[in-house]
């Protein structure tokens, strides 16, 4: 059995969905183990987590069972700590350490833990994954009038992430990546390869998209808040082109995006901790474009 641990926020947990769905793709008998989110395992968290998942239309999958876990893994007792640690031989788990484990699908018998951003290892179930990941109809109308609006025009989605990045413990990991000069050559790119395009500007500082963005070629989308955030993605997926912010949450929302034609860029890195191999990237994120935080289209 695989059991892959779903944790984290929203990005996270689809790219754990996804993996989850290629292990069954595969004809594996895979679960989900979704205790990481319970009552008792969020007190040790620092950011507290809600499996949102859940707010899923009927998304389908399978969780494990405790013992199934236990097997694997040992509990978390002190039997089950000294299990880990006198007898590792015993233990079957995988801790993602690297971009991308190609070993990890020769697995039988494995718990798997990581956040798997990338794209390759599941970049072949896409279609799949845009079937399986259905948002609820959004009760709010102005989500529906947005989308429609999208799908009209050559729309492109533009995620600006602050917030929890202005941090200065966040800041050291994940700033300076998407720069304003990173900005600037991604709408330029897609000016030039689309001509006639509007964007659409997604961001959890509004405030500062609207005074650094104006003009008629730009629209600020400050509809979803709270736990109804989630339907960002699904509104940049309408889009037919998609810049991302180094986040998961933006690159969700160009996968999902079922436009063939599509223009899909991101940045160099993800982590200022990363190094930039061209040929590597280009074979693990096919079909997207990168920029690195000086402006530069590679």
Same mark, same amino acid.
């Given at each position: ?26 004809? $594996? ?17 620092? $950011? ?39 007898? #590792? ?12 484990? #190609? ?37 709010? #109308? ?157």
């Amino acid at each position: 059995m695989i059991i892959i641990q779903a944790a984290g926020g929203l990005g996270n947990q689809l790219q754990q969905y996804a993996l989850y769905r290629k292990f069954v793709r595969m004809g $594996k008998e895979a679960r989900l183990d979704l205790s990481w989110f319970s009552d008792e395992n969020q007190k040790e968290v620092l $950011k507290k987590r809600e499996l949102e998942l859940a707010y899923f239309d009927r998304l389908i999958y399978e969780t494990c069972h405790p013992e199934d876990k236990i097997r694997l893994i040992g509990s978390n007792t002190l039997s089950g700590r000294l299990r880990r640690k006198l007898m #590792p031989f015993t233990v079957h788990w995988f801790k993602e350490s690297g971009m991308y484990h #190609p070993e990890i699908f020769d697995f039988e018998d494995m718990y798997i833990s990581g956040y798997f951003a990338c794209e390759k290892y599941y970049s072949d179930i896409l279609y799949d994954l845009r079937e399986k990941i259905q948002f609820p109809v959004s009760s709010n #109308p102005l989500n529906r009038e947005m989308a429609q609006a999208m799908k009209e025009r050559n729309s492109v989605s533009v995620h600006i992430r602050r917030g929890d990045y202005l941090d200065s413990e966040n800041a050291a990991m994940f700033g300076n990546i998407c720069t304003d000069r990173y900005y600037e050559t991604a709408i330029n790119l897609v000016r030039e390869l689309s001509p006639g395009a509007h964007f659409y500007l997604f961001s959890d500082d509004t405030a500062y998209v609207s005074q650094k963005y104006q003009g008629p070629e730009y629209t600020v989308v400050d509809i979803n808040h709270g736990k109804d955030s989630f339907y960002d993605i699904w509104l940049m997926s309408q889009c037919r082109h998609n810049i991302c912010a180094n986040s998961t949450f933006s690159f969700w929302g160009a996968r999902l995006n079922g436009n063939e034609d599509k223009i899909m860029i991101r940045p160099t890195i993800h982590k200022n901790s990363q190094m930039f191999v061209k040929k590597e990237m280009e074979g693990l994120w096919q079909g997207w474009k990168f920029i690195d935080p000086y402006g530069k289209l590679e």
